[in-house]
């Protein structure tokens, strides 16, 4: 597992010099796909597979989907064709791709030995544990985290929304007043 360890970690610091060193966003979002799934197995080798598990379904997989959707919106134009082409080249898919294939050969190394049940060092942190530590001595801090987290989104609702015309602004040359509706017989 030490072996793992260092090779994923080495892997994780090359292609997070990738990320910040590539200017074309498309390489740099392969780069950290290939960031994130080795941290991953950096969790994986520490003992803590819950954690290497989220790393690999939320930021490896939800959040990069994301960032490829907003890189697919931001390529317009019919320059985004010859783009296309020019990322095709092995130069552009090389260093990911050799990155990618040290840790497929560090997993099936690992898993081929039988050193699937060991760790470095410490506990196994599994689900439940996470869940007890969270909800046990820290759920004040987590309850304040989620009101943090709302507020934040409020907040954002409210700066991202786009106002409509005042009544000034549609021509009228005084402001309305809102009346409320008569009762009938009164």
């Known amino acids: 597992m030490n072996i793992a360890f260092y090779l994923s970690g080495l892997v994780a610091v090359l292609a ?3 990320v910040v060193t590539n200017t074309n966003p498309v390489h740099a979002l392969l780069y950290l796909i290939v ?8 969790f994986f080798a520490l003992g803590a597979p819950f954690a290497g598990a989220l790393e690999v ?6 959040i990069m989907v994301l960032f490829v959707f907003v890189v697919m ?3 317009l134009g019919h320059e985004g064709a010859a783009q296309e082409r020019l990322w095709l080249r092995p130069r552009v898919w ?6 990618s294939a040290v840790l497929l050969v560090t997993l099936i190394a690992t898993l081929w030995s039988g050193d699937d049940g060991r ?13 007890s530590l969270l909800f046990g001595p820290w759920l004040l801090i987590v309850e304040l985290a989620a009101m943090l987290l709302l507020a934040a989104l409020v ?8 106002p409509g015309p005042t009544p000034l602004e549609s021509g009228d040359t005084q402001p309305r007043q809102h009346t409320q509706p008569r009762k009938e017989g009164a």
């Open 155 to 162: 907040t954002a609702s409210h700066v991202g929304r786009v």
């Open 16 to 18: 997070t010099l990738g």
């Open 35 to 42: 960031s994130l799934i080795s941290v991953a197995l950096v």
């Open 94 to 99: 090389l260093g990911p791709a050799v990155l």
């Open 119 to 131: 760790m470095i060092a410490g506990q196994t942190l599994t689900a439940k544990a996470v869940g």
């Open 57 to 62: 379904i939320v930021y490896a997989g939800a």
């Open 73 to 75: 919106m931001l390529n």
